[in-house]
């Protein structure tokens, strides 16, 4: 048996039998219905950042024809230690390498893939999995797609246009592009596109956090690429109205979860 002492996603493996991930199931349910996703019917979808996969077998769930989970930085990690070195370094107030860079980083023997590997196998499905940093590998190798999903990656990228370049080029005529990401908006700041910038571990005690746009710094970088269509699903007047209240009130910086998306010209 396949032991898998840290899940990400709550994923449902058979009726009533849901993987203990780090949010109940409805919440990762809403997100998925918050993207304004197409018919999947028939179509090919890329999955970047997939981690333990919900959105990629939801996406097959979803009548895809062909679904692409990659991921590279949970997947080479032992995530069961990296976390709890993480809860324990947050406890003391400092902060702890990037996946990558610590010494739980074993891209030989890919333990924080068991758990996609395991929901694959119980799911019978039929998700190929991809080992690769999407900044540095070879985009060719993987195809084209009607949907491409970048979720909660954005904020990970060191460079966020040239990640966007790389996902346009991924894109078919009239494809999708869904986004979740940690965004920020500044009440009463000037009526213009931004980004925070995180130097070292201020968001969530991650040092591979670097950027949270606001929301039209998000449309620009959808429009920068040559997408259209930008629709932001969730956005700051999508809070519930005691904390934007609370947010306005305090006139300081606010950081919420943002969803969007956009189409390549078809
Ligand atoms: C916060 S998790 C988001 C997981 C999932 N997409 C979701 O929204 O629930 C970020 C994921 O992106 C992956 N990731 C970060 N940078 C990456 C890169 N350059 N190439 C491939 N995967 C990356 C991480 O390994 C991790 O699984």
């Given amino acids: 048996m396949v032991q898998c002492p840290e899940w990400y996603h709550s994923i449902e493996l058979a009726p009533g039998i849901v993987t203990p991930g780090r949010a109940p199931l409805d919440v990762w349910e809403r997100t998925l219905r918050n993207l304004g996703l197409p018919d999947l019917h028939g179509k090919s979808v890329l999955d970047i950042g997939a ?3 919900f959105f990629s077998f939801a996406a097959e769930r979803l009548g895809a024809s062909r679904v692409v989970a990659l991921d590279e930085h949970v997947w080479a990690t032992d995530m069961a230690a990296y ?3 993480w809860k324990e370094a947050r406890a003391l107030g400092i902060g ?3 996946p990558r860079d610590s010494r739980h980083w074993q891209p030989q023997t890919l333990p924080g893939k068991r758990p996609f590997d395991a929901a694959r196998k119980l799911l019978n499905s039929n998700v190929e999995a991809v080992v690769g940093n999407f900044m540095t590998m070879d985009l060719s ?3 084209r797609f009607d949907v491409v999903l970048f979720l909660g990656i954005l904020y990970h990228m060191e460079d966020p246009l040239p990640a966007m370049r790389r996902i346009r080029r991924l894109l078919n005529p009239g494809g999708f592009l869904g ?7 500044i009440p009463g700041a000037p009526d213009a596109p931004f980004f925070e ?4 571990n201020e968001l969530n005690n991650d040092s591979a956090n670097w950027w949270a746009p606001n929301a039209q710094a998000l449309e620009g970088l959808t429009i920068a690429v040559g997408l259209h269509k930008f629709q932001l699903c969730v956005g700051p007047q999508h809070l519930p109205p005691v904390a934007l209240l609370k947010a306005r009130m305090a006139r300081t910086r606010f950081r919420y979860r943002a969803v969007a998306h956009a189409y390549a010209p078809g």
């Fill in 179 to 185: 986004i979740e990401t940690e965004a920020v908006e």
């Fill in 141 to 143: 190798s993987l195809g």
């Fill in 96 to 98: 702890v390498p990037a």
């Fill in 83 to 85: 976390i709890k070195e």
């Fill in 197 to 200: 910038f995180f130097p070292t």
């Fill in 51 to 53: 981690y333990d996969g």
